[in-house]
C-alpha cells in the first residue's frame, strides 16, 4: 500500500535556486493538498486541488506554483527559494474535502535554503 | 477569527499510565473535528474524526471526546506504551469549502 508518496525526502537549495517537489498518490483520490509545517507551528495550507485540471490557492501560496495535470499527481513548484521557505512540506490526498474523510498524509520533503 | 489551540505544548509520562491532551476551537460553522498522531519524521496518520453529533470516538486505546457546545475536544490515551510518543494534532474543518483548521499540536514523550 504506497498511499501517497513524496520525493525527494530532503533537499538543500541556495538562495535563487527553483525545484520540484513531487507527490503521487495511488488512492484515486479526487482531492490533494500541499502544506508546510514550520516548527512549533500547525499545519499552513499553500495550495489544493479538487480534481484534475483544477487549482486553487491556500492560506500561504505565495512564491509557489503548482499543476494537477493527472489524478496521481500533484507537484509543487518553488521558484526563486528564499530562506523564509525552509520547512517541511507534506502532501495530502482525501476523498472528499471537509467531508468525514481522512487526509491521507506522505512522509514529507525537508527542504532547506541557504 | 477560525482559531484551534492545543494543550499543554509537551507532556512527558510513565510507560503504562494514561493521560489526556486538550483541544479547544472556534472554528464556524463547525463541520467535524480530526485528531492525527505524527510520528518524528512522519506525516500525520488520522485517528478519529468526529462530527457535531458525536461526543465520544474511539480506536484503540485512543478516545476522542468532543462538546460541540463547549468547542472543546480531548483525546484520551489509555495505558499508554513506548510507541505512543508522537505529536497528537487537533483539526477543525469548517463547511467553508475545503478549509481545515490545525493545532499546534501536544508533543507526547512516554518513558519507560
Not at chain 1, 73 to 99: I, K, M, N
Not at chain 2, 7 to 22: R, Y
Amino acid at each position: 500500500n504506497a498511499g501517497v508518496t513524496q520525493t525527494p525526502k530532503f533537499r538543500i537549495l541556495k538562495i535563487g535556486q527553483s525545484m520540484t517537489l513531487q507527490c503521487t498518490q495511488d488512492m484515486n483520490h479526487n482531492y490533494m493538498y500541499w502544506y508546510r509545517q514550520d516548527p512549533g507551528m500547525g499545519l499552513k495550507l499553500i495550495y489544493y486541488s479538487v480534481g484534475a485540471g483544477i487549482t486553487d490557492k491556500g492560506e500561504v501560496p505565495n512564491g509557489y506554483n503548482v499543476s494537477r495535470s493527472t489524478t496521481e499527481d500533484f507537484p509543487l513548484r518553488l521558484e526563486l527559494a528564499a530562506p523564509s521557505q525552509t520547512s517541511v512540506y507534506f502532501c495530502a490526498s482525501s476523498e472528499g474535502g471537509v467531508s468525514n474523510q481522512p487526509q491521507h498524509f506522505g512522509d514529507g520533503t525537508r527542504l532547506s535554503i541557504l | 477569527k477560525n482559531q484551534v489551540e492545543q494543550s499543554p505544548q509537551s507532556l512527558i509520562i510513565l510507560e503504562g499510565k494514561n493521560c489526556t491532551l486538550q483541544c479547544n476551537y472556534t472554528v464556524s460553522p463547525f463541520s467535524n473535528l480530526r485528531w492525527y498522531k505524527q510520528d518524528t519524521g512522519r506525516g500525520p496518520v488520522s485517528l478519529t474524526i468526529m462530527t457535531f453529533s458525536e461526543n465520544t470516538k474511539s480506536n484503540g486505546r485512543y478516545t476522542a471526546t468532543l462538546d460541540a457546545d463547549t468547542k472543546q475536544s480531548s483525546l484520551h490515551i489509555t495505558a499508554s506504551q513506548l510507541s505512543d510518543s508522537a505529536s497528537y494534532i487537533c483539526v477543525v474543518s469548517a463547511n467553508n469549502f475545503n478549509k481545515f483548521y490545525f493545532g499546534s499540536g501536544t508533543k507526547l514523550n512516554v518513558k519507560p
